[in-house]
């Protein structure tokens, strides 16, 4: 584990008291409801707030008793909710402005590479305020990253921008997880976008964590919140099989089956997320044969649960070693006299990929 320490502060009546043992790798969301202190979190990791407690990063004491290291002298990037460049500069001369600060000898990151990841080539000779919101942000993460960062902090970087910008960033977004090596923690209360950026999830709720783990198990927890939000999601991870490429679909393997979805094509074997909301998932007994429905999954309840709307159930499904959830109404269970480890059918009439 790169990033662990308990931190303790407190704002008001706002109590943080928050313990972390974050992956050395990948994206963790800090999620949580506005005020449940994702921010407050964030500031205290990057040390522009000095609370309580103790915090190693990549196994250096960045906070310990007295010892605080101030936050100029963390190596960490910050991204904020807008990006703050420097108008009179280029963006090539922002990007350069972070990679001198570092010895050339102690930088971990690439600049051409960096500036690939982020596809922000064509920007280079522009002012920042002839870009777009998205593409600000594309280059306020690119800046962060060519200052060799140990760790990379990002607060809700998608929250002032429209859905056209969002839409075009989070393919940028997405990359960051398998590309970086370094720890990524991304403030977030949208549970869409953390299904499809993040891998590890703290979930955050009046200052202290209600749980934290891999995000594909904490989505399905019947015991969390997430699994019982309207737009409550599983994850399942795919492969690319083959592509059709005159109908723009592929066909990805997950295990215990085979998905089709509209996509562009794409090289056998790479690996996909694909986002199934519990409302989207219609169980059967049968495998049927009179549907629209393409896609339909073997598997086995895993558990069945109560559900905050009195008329409705929240149903754990096993697909392989995989889980997807599905709510459904308690008639509906009744009549099916659905019960845990009964083999059943899951027919997803929405997946969408991350
Ligand atoms: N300087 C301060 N003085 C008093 N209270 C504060 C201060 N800073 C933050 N708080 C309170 O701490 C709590 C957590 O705030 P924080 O911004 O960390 O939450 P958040 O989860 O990031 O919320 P949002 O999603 O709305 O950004 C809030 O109730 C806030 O009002």
Redesign the pocket.
């Known amino acids: 584990m790169s990033v662990s320490g308990t931190l303790r502060l407190k ?4 109590e943080l008291e928050a313990e972390l043992e974050l992956p050395e790798r990948g994206v963790t969301a800090l999620f ?10 964030l500031r205290c990791l990057a040390g522009l707030e000095r609370g309580e407690g103790w915090l190693s990063v990549n196994g250096c004491r960045w906070q310990h008793g007295r010892h605080f290291l101030p936050v100029h002298r963390r190596p960490l990037g910050y991204v904020f909710q807008e990006a703050s460049l420097f108008p009179h500069l280029r963006v090539r001369d922002n990007l350069r402005y972070g990679y001198r600060r570092v010895a050339a000898g102690q930088r971990r990151v690439d600049f051409d590479e960096t500036v690939h990841l982020l596809g922000v080539e064509a920007l280079l000779d522009r002012h920042p305020h002839a870009l777009s919101g998205g593409q600000r942000q594309r280059v306020a993460i690119a800046r962060a990253l060519l200052a060799s960062p140990r760790l990379l902090l990002m607060d ?1 970087p998608m929250a002032s921008l429209d859905a056209a910008s969002k839409a075009e960033i989070l393919p940028y977004l997405e990359r960051l997880h398998t590309h970086l090596e370094i720890p990524v923690v991304y ?1 977030s ?1 949208a549970l869409e976008e953390v299904a499809r950026l993040a891998d590890y999830l703290v979930l ?1 709720e009046a ?1 202290r964590v209600l749980a934290a783990g891999p995000l594909h198990e904490l989505l399905v927890r019947s015991d969390l919140p997430l699994s019982h939000a309207d737009n409550a999601a599983a994850v399942l991870e795919a492969r690319v099989l083959e592509c059709d490429a005159v109908q723009q679909v592929i066909a990805l393997e997950c295990g215990a089956g085979r998905l089709w979805l509209s996509h562009p094509p794409a090289p056998t074997g790479t690996p996909l997320r694909v986002s199934v909301k519990a409302r989207d998932v219609v169980i059967s007994l049968t495998p049927p044969q009179d549907s629209s429905v393409l896609n339909c999954l073997p598997a086995r309840i895993s558990e069945i649960a109560d559900d905050p709307h009195p008329g409705h159930l929240l149903v754990r499904l096993t697909i392989g070693d995989q889980t997807l959830i599905s709510r459904i109404t308690r008639e509906a269970a009744k009549r099916l006299a659905l019960v845990v480890g009964q083999p059943v059918y899951a027919q997803l009439r929405g997946a969408a990929l991350s």
């Open positions: 704002r008001g009546d706002f949580g409801r506005s005020g449940s202190g994702k921010t407050t979190l809700e403030v209360h955050l200052g």
